[in-house]
């Protein structure tokens, strides 16, 4: 009976070992782990069945969305994702890339970042190679000039957007005049290096803050200048008619710069028009030339000029 006990034990033990290695993104070869437990090839293939049928469990319970599957390419048995939600090598290292291109955050919170992102998307095995394509970018990473750690901040602030509640922050402007607002918050949203969020200010007096007047579109703010907020404990409503909506609103700006809704319509004479296109969503082509393609778009205010004068003598405007 002790003998039974003791071989049942080991079993368990040897299992739970290579369910370890398994899940660390090893590869289970039979004949080294029979050599390795001084047992036969048969109990390892034993083994591997048991645990086969424990990721099967698992997976339709929903738990480990696992299974365990053999290689001929890696001469053993390994998991793979049953999940469709897990990203791929590619996609994690699609997502680093892009992440890094943006220049976003600190360095101090970009690598953190991308370390859970291999960590949690990448089998071990592969994390290497991802961190080399990626590592000399991120060792030459340079920040913004800002140098402002405000990811934490993040969650607040959105919290504030879907529960509605206002908020009062203190701001330094373009022109490092700082302000303090009481906010209405609606949107986060990223353009150009940045985010943003894009809120209504609560008692302001548009005749003598506004260039527009009759401006009925949130302001902007840059995330990074807000010097400290607080999210009060007062809701405030508008009507759904009246909702932001951020996808909506993308479209129509560029460079994030506010003012009143208008539609432009220039002749385009360079040669990727694709380009133009998708610099301004709603921008369509609306006649062909010799000299190029007519284009209008709906855009909200001036910094829509910004990137007209930059494309010099390729930009016509027409009326």
Request: proline share 2%.
């Amino acid at each position: 009976m002790q003998n039974d006990n003791f071989s049942s034990g080991f079993k368990y033990n040897r299992v739970l070992m290579l369910y370890s290695k398994l899940m660390n993104g090893e590869v289970i070869n039979k004949a080294e782990e029979a050599q390795n437990f001084g047992v036969t090839q048969r109990s390892i293939q034993r083994d591997i069945e048991d645990l086969r049928c424990f990721f099967a469990e698992q997976a339709d319970r929903g738990e480990i969305l696992k299974e365990l599957v053999y290689s001929k390419e890696l001469n053993g048995y390994h998991l793979v994702s049953r999940d469709m939600s897990v990203l791929s090598n590619s996609e994690v290292l699609a997502v680093c890339k892009i992440l890094l291109e943006s220049r976003a955050f600190t360095k101090e919170e970009m690598t953190p970042i991308i370390n859970k992102l291999l960590t949690c998307c990448v089998p071990p095995k592969n994390q290497r190679k991802v961190k080399d394509l990626i590592s000399n970018e991120l060792f030459h990473y340079t920040e913004l000039n800002h140098h402002k750690n405000f990811v934490n901040s993040m969650w607040d602030i959105g919290e504030a957007v879907h529960k509605h509640l206002c908020m009062k922050i203190t701001y330094t402007r373009l022109d490092r005049k700082t302000v303090d607002r009481v906010i209405k918050p609606v949107g986060i949203m990223f353009s150009e290096f940045y985010f943003y969020l894009t809120a209504y200010i609560e008692n302001i007096d548009k005749e003598s803050e506004f260039r527009n007047k009759k401006d009925a579109y949130p302001t902007i703010y840059r995330i990074d200048r807000i010097q400290s907020f607080e999210v009060l404990d007062r809701h405030f409503d508008i009507p759904y008619k009246d909702r932001f909506e951020e996808g909506e609103f993308r479209k129509r700006i560029q460079f994030m710069y506010g003012g009143e809704l208008k539609k432009i319509k220039f002749l385009y004479k360079g040669k990727n028009v694709e380009a133009v296109l998708d610099r301004l969503p709603t921008a369509k082509i609306i006649e062909r030339r010799e000299e190029g393609a007519v284009i209008s778009a709906e855009v909200f205010g001036d910094g829509v000029d910004m990137w007209l004068r930059s494309q010099g003598g390729m930009v016509e405007m027409v009326k």
